[in-house]
């Protein structure tokens, strides 16, 4: 994981994103034996549900997919990532109203609080899988933040 400020490029440290309410820690990654770590993260959390989610340069309507989550907007419950393979970008509001930009790769947990505004974009590789967990088990849905006219 890399974080900075997005206007001033001052490097950002988990115990700051901590402060923000963000979660975020690299985890032992085995592909074969993960699911005994997310366990205790569900059980803690309160989630109840997962799945996988994989983007990659061929997914099908790609582009389409990606613009649902490069504006920013919120959710009623957390956003929790865990990455499997590739990587992303999560650009996140700071109780402050700054950007904070979180590049996350593999082995990383991320937990982005509810109601708490950020966008998500692939990096160039546009490859990423990751385990999402969830409170509810239909998901979560955006709220995008409304724009001064």
């Not at 440290?13 to 205790?40: M, T």
């Not at 989610?53 to 389409?64: A, F, G, K, M, S």
Request: glycine residues 6%; hydrophobic residues 35%; aromatic residues 10%.
């Amino acid at each position: 994981m890399r974080a900075r400020e997005i206007e001033t490029g001052r490097p950002v440290s988990a115990a700051e994103l901590k402060q923000e309410g963000v979660f975020w820690q690299s985890l032992p990654f085995d592909e074969a034996d993960y699911q005994p770590i997310l366990e205790n993260v569900k059980r803690d959390g309160g989630y109840i549900h997962q799945d996988i989610i994989e983007l990659r340069p061929d997914t099908p309507d790609l582009e389409t997919i990606c613009a649902k989550f490069d504006d920013e907007h919120l959710h009623d419950e957390d956003e929790v990532r865990f990455i499997l393979e590739g990587e992303g970008i999560f650009d996140i509001r700071s109780s402050d109203d700054r950007w904070i930009r979180v590049e996350v790769e593999q082995g990383d947990l991320i937990i982005v609080p509810a109601k708490r505004y950020h966008r998500f974009e692939l990096t160039d590789l546009k490859t990423i899988r990751c385990v999402r967990l969830f409170q509810d088990a239909s998901g979560w849905v955006p709220h995008y933040r409304r724009r001064a006219s």
